[in-house]
């Protein structure tokens, strides 16, 4: 950014642009955060905040491909930076914009060093489930022989990413890695996250699956695990067979945040 200072939402917009572990708090973020959208409400110009009721015209721009988006901003100064003349705006939630404009694409900070795009497929996510989805849940009905050990191609990439979601999670306590053959499911081995927390864990399994899937090598399956304290089965082998890609520490957080590991 330049002569301005970046906001929160935007900080984030830039980091997420390069890695996936800020995903999911840049999302949860732009839905908590006012927006700026060029339109008018009422049929006037000038109008700086929209009330309920208001009937909305909102602009839409044409993108390289011939299709169109609806812009908005993140702050009232990149909206000016981004047009070549006035026009009329209005400021509003972020999730009250993608729910009046469902089944359109939008862009967020268009024709600026940063930017999104917002399919209608995403924005549908983003409001049904806030930040990623609900996981699929898989319930295994009897005991089950499955083939256990580490892979021959460690996914570095994920790995480094999940370390730095977890780091963000305090009642993370440990993580770790492990390849898993259930004949009984598939014939092709998958990769499985067990992840031992405090608390409610649901939210901590939403972002992993998420960053997961922007950082997985194509093709592999990926399973995430809860580590219970009187479990026998994995998070047994977890606990006591595997080393832990990512483990609590307190009081060297600060210091391993910018290189991963343990936090």
């Known amino acids: 950014m330049t002569e301005r200072e970046e906001n929160d939402l ?3 917009l830039r980091l997420a642009a390069s890695e996936p572990a800020h995903r999911p708090e840049f999302y949860q973020r732009l839905l908590e955060s006012t927006v700026y959208v ?16 208001s009937q909305v015209n ?5 993108k390289q491909d011939g299709s169109s988006a609806i812009p908005f901003f993140s702050s009232l100064e990149l909206l000016q930076q981004a047009i070549e003349e006035e026009q009329s705006y209005l400021a509003l939630p972020a999730r009250s914009l993608f729910e009046m404009t469902e089944g359109a694409t939008l862009y967020l900070n268009p024709r600026l060093p940063h930017g999104k795009e917002f ?12 930040v990623g989805g609900a996981p699929e849940q898989r319930t295994v009905e009897q005991d089950t022989e499955v083939l256990l ?3 021959a191609e460690y996914p570095a990439r ?3 990413s999940l370390t730095q979601l977890l780091a963000k999670h305090g009642n993370v306590k440990r993580a770790f890695l492990t390849l898993m ?11 499985v996250v067990g992840i031992e927390a405090e608390g409610d864990i649901e939210p901590v399994m939403r ?6 899937g922007d950082t997985v090598s194509e093709g592999k399956a990926v399973d995430l695990y809860r580590i219970a304290e009187n479990d026998e089965g994995l998070s047994r082998y977890f606990v006591e067979q595997v080393e832990p890609f990512y483990q609590r520490r307190w009081g060297s957080r600060l210091r391993n945040f910018f290189k991963g590991g343990n936090a």
């Open 181 to 191: 053959h259930d004949r009984s499911v598939s014939e092709h081995p998958s990769l």
């Open 38 to 53: 060029l339109g008018t409400a009422n049929g006037g110009g000038g109008q700086t905040t929209l009330e309920a009721g």
């Open 149 to 151: 050990g580490q892979p």
């Open 58 to 62: 909102l602009a839409q721009w044409e």
């Open 207 to 212: 972002e992993c699956g998420q960053v997961i």
């Open 119 to 130: 399919v209608p497929a995403e924005v549908r996510g983003l409001l049904n489930g806030g």
């Open 10 to 12: 935007e900080r984030l």
């Open 158 to 160: 994920m790995v480094d």
